[in-house]
């Protein structure tokens, strides 16, 4: 009688987290970055209709890398809990905490459970009330968190793009235009080319906003 294959536990995840990381290094990467105002998000996207970075509730913003329908899928999960959620119990406990740690418990089952792992890497952002109390999660493909500061990048070459942000960026919360060019540059820096403008795709958490803070940006706006 033949033996059944066998594959060491340890050997499984690894080819499952190379799978996903090859999957994710695809995607075209996204930044968020605080402003002197709130949270600006840009994603090298040349698509005019399919969004990278969206509204999941009031405050708080989702991007993903990686394969769209999968985190697409995330996406609307994620605003039909956090409606239910607000709904039920209140809007202020509808917080990127909670989402990021639902995404993380969803991430990590299907790791570990399901023979293919999801291609995708997520970020959430939440503009807090003042300067400073702003939220930053990066959600691996295995369900691991990140709690970042300041400025995070996910996808494709996103190590190279928090590197040169890093070494770049200015002390004190920079205006919103002078984070847009540092984001463009960043970009531009790391493909080694020029990006057009209609490549990018911006949106903001504004803070002084009244209501939903989130809203789209053309980007031709911040550059005159």
């Known amino acids: ?41 840009v994603a090298d996207n040349p698509s005019a209709s399919l969004f990278k970075i969206s509204e999941v509730y009031d405050n708080i913003a989702f991007s993903g890398a990686g394969k769209y329908s999968e985190f697409e899928n995330l996406r609307k999960a994620g605003i039909q809990h956090a409606d239910l959620k607000g709904l039920m119990y209140s809007r202020e ?22 023979l293919k792992p999801f291609e995708v890497e997520l ?40 590197t040169f942000l890093h070494e770049n960026s200015p002390d004190d919360h920079p205006s919103l235009q002078a984070a847009f060019t540092l984001c463009k540059n960043a970009f531009e820096h790391v493909t080694e080319q020029n990006i057009p403008i ?9 803070r002084a906003k009244s209501g939903r803070k989130f809203r789209r940006m053309p980007s031709s706006v911040l550059t005159t």
């Open 1 to 41: 009688m033949a033996l059944p294959y066998y594959v060491s536990p340890e050997q499984m995840m690894q080819d499952k987290a190379e799978y996903a990381k090859k999957g994710i290094a695809k995607g075209r990467a996204i930044i968020a970055i605080e402003y002197d105002q709130g949270l600006l998000l």
């Open 93 to 114: 406990d509808v917080t990127a905490r909670s989402l990021a740690n639902g995404y993380s418990q969803t991430l990590g089952t299907i790791f570990s459970q399901e």
């Open 123 to 162: 970020l959430l952002a939440q503009v807090g009330e003042e300067p400073g109390k702003n939220e930053l999660y990066r959600i691996a493909f295995d369900g691991s968190i990140v709690d970042e500061q300041r400025m995070t990048a996910i996808g494709g070459r996103s190590e190279a793009l928090l």
């Open 198 to 206: 209609e490549g990018l795709e911006v949106a903001i958490l504004d």
